[in-house]
């Protein structure tokens, strides 16, 4: 098995995604109208201003998140939608902080760039896509976070991995998995490793 293609990933470069990406959707939350803002995102159960709220917390210092932590009984996976979906900002408070990290190479404790990375290039299409708003992903940048996805362990590994079918990109040097093969766009075989929508361009049962 294949699992993904293992490059080198050069931290300058990943920063430079963030930042953009960050900026661009900073951008798009302040041009959206307030109705918008309360439309469902591709997160189930949460909001296009609950994914916002998530984002904030790429700098989160311990205190931010010992209460969150606490009434979830430390699980990481419910601390997050506890603290995203009780978020005290306001709209405004949103776009300022995204717009505040442009520039910062700051993460939460016990993460490394790629999981802000992760993160930006993810939610902006939870964010973008029920809208009905096209922003393609950089390429690089969705190679190197769909191997992150398959190189987390632990409470940090949020998704399962597709079995018995084997994911390959049409626009990047990448492959994953055994079986049918699946032929798309790293964008989409990225949303299907975080449990978004199935890679559904093109399927047959050649090896790649």
Request: aromatic share 6%; net charge positive.
């Amino acid at each position: 098995m294949q699992e993904g293609r293992r490059a080198a990933v050069d931290s300058q470069a990943v920063w430079q995604h963030i930042d953009r990406e960050r900026s661009w959707l900073a951008d798009l939350l302040a041009s959206l109208p307030r109705a918008a803002w309360e439309q469902s995102s591709l997160c189930q159960g949460w909001s296009v201003r609950d994914v916002g709220a998530h984002l904030t917390f790429s700098h989160a210092r311990v205190r931010d998140v010992v209460w969150p932590a606490v009434r979830t009984g430390l699980r990481y996976n419910a601390m997050i939608r506890y603290a995203a979906l009780r978020s005290p900002l306001t709209h405004e408070e949103i776009v300022t902080r995204l717009r505040g990290f442009v520039g910062s190479r700051r993460t939460a404790r016990f993460v490394t760039e790629l999981e802000p990375l992760l993160d930006v290039l993810v939610h902006t299409q939870d964010i973008c896509l029920p809208l009905g708003i096209d922003h393609p992903m950089p390429v690089d940048a969705a190679v190197a976070a769909a191997d992150r996805v398959l190189r987390l362990r632990g409470p940090m590994r949020l998704w399962t991995p597709p079995r018995d079918v084997r994911l390959v990109a049409t626009d990047a040097d990448w492959a994953y998995g055994d079986g049918p093969v699946i032929h798309a766009p790293m964008q989409s075989h990225l949303l299907t490793l975080t449990g978004r929508q199935p890679s559904v361009v093109k399927s047959d049962h050649s090896q790649s």
